[in-house]
């Protein structure tokens, strides 16, 4: 079992970065394949972007392509979303996630319902 806890949100003016962090712990870290969602308020989590076991395999929802950038490092147990051009529609609660895998990944990488464990979520806030 893992557990996840981000950190990094904030409020920033549109067209500004920030960037996220997930730190696991309580198993080991390469086993999993790690994706973000977000959920803002009124609508429903949505995918934002995953990676595989070492982060060789990216996947982006189409909204944050070219401006949203995942990686990890495996050594420091740790995910990151590095987010530039960001706009106010990119407002919402950002939550890492997890899904043991520790062989060959049967998943769709973008489905909520593929992932095991999450974290508390860290609010990002865009002003225009």
């Known amino acids: 079992q893992v557990q996840l806890v981000e950190s990094g949100g904030g409020l920033v003016q549109a067209g500004g970065s920030l960037r996220l962090s997930c730190t696991a712990s309580?198993?080991?870290?390469?086993?999993?394949?790690m994706g973000w969602f977000r959920q803002a308020p009124g609508k429903e989590r949505e995918f934002v972007a995953a990676?595989?076991?070492?982060?060789?395999?990216?996947y982006y929802a189409d909204s944050v392509k070219g401006r949203f950038t995942i990686s990890r490092d495996n050594a420091k147990n740790t995910m990151y979303l590095q987010m530039n051009s960001l706009k106010p529609e990119d407002t919402a609660i950002y939550y890492c996630a997890a899904d043991y895998s520790p062989g060959y990944y049967s998943g769709t990488y973008y489905g909520a319902w593929e992932y095991e464990y999450w974290g508390q979520g860290t609010q990002v806030t865009v002003s225009s």
């Open positions: 309580g198993s080991t870290f390469s086993s999993y394949v």
């Open positions: 990676t595989n076991w070492n982060g060789g395999t990216t």
